[in-house]
């Protein structure tokens, strides 16, 4: 039985147990024992019992099993093919894996096959073993959770810690994740700056990774590729300028109007076909971008003199606005509904006109959440990738003005990591730089925009 297959029936034994423990405890109290906790509540016991600790192990097993079989598969390795200059763990690996799979390149050696069908007695052995301690798990621990259905036992408080654990746990994935994305990401930076200096890679600019220089590190020739980041972040910040010129306006003021003007019928028309545009590919906007917005302001450029690229940041940037005004007006909408209508009857009775009290007691009330906003759609701008590629194009110029080519971070990270890449050369390890100098300049921004909610906050709590 597989590990999906295994998963669902734990789900059903867990489904079982609800049921019977809801069963048993309704039986109890319908004969005049009173029980701590409602019914389903010692179901959901019995329930979790039988789900959680059989899931963990199962996933337990389905990661461990493969990492302790690649390491056995190794030993299969002749003694001469691990000697050899061209030896990679990777790709041996990738050999056996894919006759593993049935997916054979070419004939292979005889020690890969021989791996290969151990591989198939270890999966088939780890099968068995994860099926049956799977299932035993699941049905000691629903047994044991509904051999304790009695008035004694608080099962609602028992399921409480239960999911505060369960809440817990799934915080410090999160929290994990992170720390661990930071921490790959410092290391391999740490790495691309011990072959190319600090300053260059700040300050250059010129940013030419096509070729890489003979030597770099130590030898005093700088080679023929260049890490200058400075047209990229330039790039990057000028067309999140354009997008955010385009989203913030209109995404503010529409969710002002749904807010404190509309009706309710044209609320209930307008902001769900509004929030229609968050739902659209970013595929489709980037096509969207080259072949209708780009050509009609190459072509309206050029009727009044203007030299205009075919791919500029002009376009990218006002289709990437459209792009991100749901998310500011949506969230925008909510932070002003939360406002309390007391401070709105306030400033009515004081003799405030309605817009008056919009712009002097509902926007400065409602700014941290207006603040947060602003600041995930800057998010959503530096991070979109494919309106950029399509639009703006992969030329790393410096350029401040709107109507020339321009390229962005994340455009440059996605270019040099496609396809097959060493991870030893500059070029690749620079993708990671860049996505570190990117961490930093984000939680700055951060810090900035929680300054200011902290700061309003207070005075208008």
Known sequence: MNSISLAITVLLFASAYFYLGTRASSAQRAAGRRLHSLPHYYGLFAGLLAAIPALLLLTVLAIGDDIIFRSMALDFVPDEVKAAKTYKEVIVLAQITNVVDGINFGEQPQWVHDAAAAWHGWDSTSTTLKTITTLSLSLLGGLFAYRRINPDFRSRNAVERILMIILAGSSAIAIFTTVGIVFSVVFESMRFFALVPVSEFLFGLTWNPQFEGAERAGSGQMGLATYGSVPLFVGTFLISIVALSVAVPVGLFSAIYLSEYASPRVRAIVKPVMELLAG????????????????????????????????????????????????????????????PQALRDAAYGLGSTQSETVRQVVLPAALPGVVAAILLAVSRAVGETMIVVMAAGLAANLSLNPLDAVTTVTSQIVTILVGDQEFESAKTLSAFALALTLIVITLGLNFIALQIVKKYREQYD
């Open 280 to 339: 659209v590919p970013t595929v489709v906007y980037g096509f969207f971008a080259a072949l209708t917005v780009a050509p009609f302001i190459r072509s309206t450029g050029m009727s009044l003199g203007l030299d205009v690229a075919s791919e500029s940041a002009l376009a990218a940037g006002l289709v990437m606005g459209i792009m991100i005004i749901p998310f500011v007006s949506s969230l925008s909408d909510d932070v002003l509904n939360a406002v």
